[in-house]
């Protein structure tokens, strides 16, 4: 079935370092990937997505690329603030169009 | 932002009470999902709506009905709340963009603690 797997957190940084937060899938035919972003007491926020292989995402310094071959989705920021503090959330768009969530990654950023 | 509205914001209720959400949105999206955010879970999908009086079972649906009789309010509808049903609750619409793609919005959340 499909499934999306990302790194378990949190991952703590000091501002201005490098991010990377693993994300890996497994889903029958191409689905469209996606990165949420969940700041403290809200919602969550579509951050970026890819709806095809080598496609990159990208918005607000963050990108991610759609790698067929791995089955990955990583999301990379080259300098985090601390208002990058947040929960984010891989996800993909199954054949039946439904959202399918990894279990979420906290990062903490501090300065 | 999505119109998008989720009462009450927080809750408390006891084993074996009903408990009613709603989501209510402005956009006249024709999709609309419930979703639990439990740690170590993600987001897992309740029900969703594809239209009004349209609606299916998601991941997670087991002790839970929905009920969608106006495009604007999607209900969910705890029969008898358990422990197990203490959650975060998350509405969300989605529309068809042009080359199909779509994007789901969120709103804020709903608190729910069964005692």
């Known amino acids: 079935g499909n499934s999306v797997t990302q790194m378990e957190g949190p991952v703590t940084l000091s501002e201005e370092a490098f991010l990377t937060i693993n994300c890996t899938y497994t889903?029958?035919?191409?689905?469209?990937l996606f990165w949420y972003v969940q700041y403290p007491g809200e919602g969550l926020q579509l951050l970026l997505k890819?709806?095809?292989?080598?496609d990159k995402g990208s918005n607000k310094g963050f990108e991610a690329t759609y790698r067929k071959e791995t089955t990955s989705f990583h999301l990379e920021k080259g300098s985090v603030q601390v208002s990058d503090s947040a929960v984010y959330f891989c996800?993909?768009?199954?054949?039946?169009?439904?959202?399918?969530f990894g279990t979420g990654t906290r990062l903490q950023v501090f300065p | 932002d999505a119109g998008i509205t989720q009462s009450p914001r927080h809750k408390v209720t006891e084993t074996g009470t009903p408990v009613t959400l709603r989501c209510h949105q402005t956009?006249?999206?024709?999709?609309m999902y419930w979703y639990r955010q439990d740690p170590g879970h993600g987001l897992r999908l309740i029900h969703y709506?594809?239209?009004?009086?349209?609606?299916d079972k998601g991941e997670v649906s087991d002790g839970y009905s929905v009920s969608r009789s106006k495009t604007e309010d999607f209900l969910l509808t705890l029969e008898s709340a358990t422990s197990s049903q203490t959650s975060v609750y998350f509405c969300?619409?989605?529309?068809?963009?042009?080359?199909?793609?779509?994007?789901?919005?969120f709103g804020p959340g709903t608190r729910l603690t069964v005692l």
């Open positions: 889903a029958t035919g191409y689905p469209s």
């Open positions: 709506s594809y239209g009004v009086k349209d609606t």
């Open positions: 890819a709806t095809k292989a080598d």
């Open positions: 956009e006249n999206h024709r999709y």
């Open positions: 969300a619409i989605s529309e068809v963009r042009t080359g199909g793609l779509y994007e789901q919005f």
């Open positions: 996800a993909l768009r199954s054949n039946t169009d439904k959202l399918i």
